[in-house]
């Protein structure tokens, strides 16, 4: 049996935890599609390598429209090489990231936010 990753979960936790909370209200007709909402929240998310079956509650989200009727416009960012996240996160190219545990665990060793 195939689990998903703890980082997948927690990210996905973590924005449903933001879309949830603070639905969007100023909605100019019923349905899900982008241009029916206005006021949408920007979330940058890099993904940790190439899109892959661990990304797939993200990639149902942003296609059947669950992110944008909460308000937020979720873009999933592929990275063309293997990234640091932290540092995209540091640099503002990201909002938030997919990685993995190791190297959160790593960068806290280190001393990095």
């Not at 209200?25 to 993904?47: P, W, Y």
């Not at 944008?68 to 979720?74: E, I, K, M």
């Amino acid at each position: 049996m195939i689990y998903p990753r703890p980082a997948v979960i927690i990210t996905t936790a973590l924005l449903c935890s933001v879309a949830f909370g603070q639905q969007n209200d100023d909605k100019t007709c019923t349905s899900a599609s982008a241009e029916c909402v206005t006021n949408l929240e920007t979330i940058r998310l890099g993904l940790e390598w190439f899109t892959n079956p661990d990304h797939l509650p993200l990639i149902v989200a942003q296609k059947h429209g669950i992110f944008t009727s909460f308000g937020l416009d979720v873009q999933l960012i592929e990275p063309s090489d293997h990234w640091e996240a932290e540092e995209e996160i540091l640099a503002g190219r990201l909002d938030v990231a997919v990685t993995e545990p190791l190297h959160l665990a790593q960068d806290a060793a280190k001393g990095k936010p």
